[in-house]
């Protein structure tokens, strides 16, 4: 009888570790899709519209609105990954005298890694 109600705990907590598990996985998915969701022109106005769900007449007037806001946000998010990039290069740079080489191709390799990981979700 104990080993019933052990093991029937025990499948009760793993349950609930995946549950947890898949629920945050989801939410963090829901939260990144906004964020990729305005990484282009087209995906910035596409984004856009499904959200203010305009009138056919509200469209054709917002429509130069939303497409220079598109430009903008497009052209920002370029800089800033510009200077993202020249703000991780001049890291490593500095950081290169105290590490070894395989700590470097590490750090090198991390964004690859990253990059990969969430690809697939």
């Known amino acids: 009888m ?3 109600a052990i093991l029937t705990i025990l499948i009760s907590l793993i349950t609930g570790f995946a549950i947890g598990f898949i629920t945050s996985s989801q939410i963090t998915k829901m939260r990144t899709r906004d964020i990729h969701s305005m990484s282009s022109i087209d995906a910035f106005k596409a984004r856009a519209f499904s ?4 009138t056919p007449e509200q469209k054709s007037l917002i429509m130069p ?5 598109a430009l903008k946000s497009d052209t920002l998010r370029k800089q800033a990954s510009r200077e993202f990039h020249g703000l991780m290069d001049e890291f ?8 070894s080489d395989v700590q470097m191709e590490r750090l090198h390799n991390f964004p690859k890694y990253v990059k990969k990981k969430y690809k697939h979700h």
């Open 2 to 4: 104990k080993t019933r």
């Open 51 to 54: 959200v203010i769900e305009p």
């Open 65 to 69: 609105i939303v497409e220079e806001y």
């Open 92 to 99: 490593h740079s500095k950081l290169q005298p105290y590490l």
